[in-house]
């Protein structure tokens, strides 16, 4: 998603974000740095599919299985996955081009979740409109 955004300057700013599919490393994670790859959770999944198969193939062709319990159970195992999904880090930048005046600017941040990235961005660009910076008490911080 890109805006573009005059400041009360009359610079033109470019406040952009996009989607992060890897967690940003930072220093606190440092002794969670090495993991174990995607094995466990293929792992995991392959035996959770295997169960469910042994189920429904040891069902009894007596048994009736309401509609309603079958969509709980997808909504049940895709509850987690969506939630990943949707709790993504993006990463927002601002960034302003060069005038005779002023240097360029760039600012990034890094924000959770879909709806919190679109306030965010509004709310940036709504910053640089009133005072022709970000909002140092932002997520977004300069970058030299």
């Not at 049940?76 to 880090?89: D, E, G, Q, S, Y």
């Not at 709806?115 to 940036?124: P, W």
């Amino acid at each position: 998603m890109t805006r573009l955004v005059r400041g009360a300057d009359g610079r033109m700013w470019t406040v952009r974000s996009q989607i992060e599919w890897r967690n940003p490393s930072t220093e606190e994670d440092f002794e969670h740095d090495v993991n174990g790859g995607h094995g466990p959770g293929v792992l995991m999944l392959a035996i959770v599919i295997g169960m469910a198969v042994l189920l429904v193939a040891w069902t009894p062709a007596e048994v009736v299985v309401p509609a309603w319990l079958l969509v709980a159970l997808v909504l049940v195992f895709l509850f987690f996955p969506v939630r990943w999904a949707v709790r993504r880090p993006w990463l927002v930048a601002a960034e302003s081009k060069k005038t005779e005046e002023l240097p360029p600017e760039r600012w990034i941040g890094s924000v959770r979740g879909f709806l919190t990235v679109r306030n965010e961005v509004a709310n940036v660009a709504r910053k640089i409109e009133m005072y022709s910076l970000p909002d140092l008490d932002g997520p977004l911080q300069p970058v030299d």
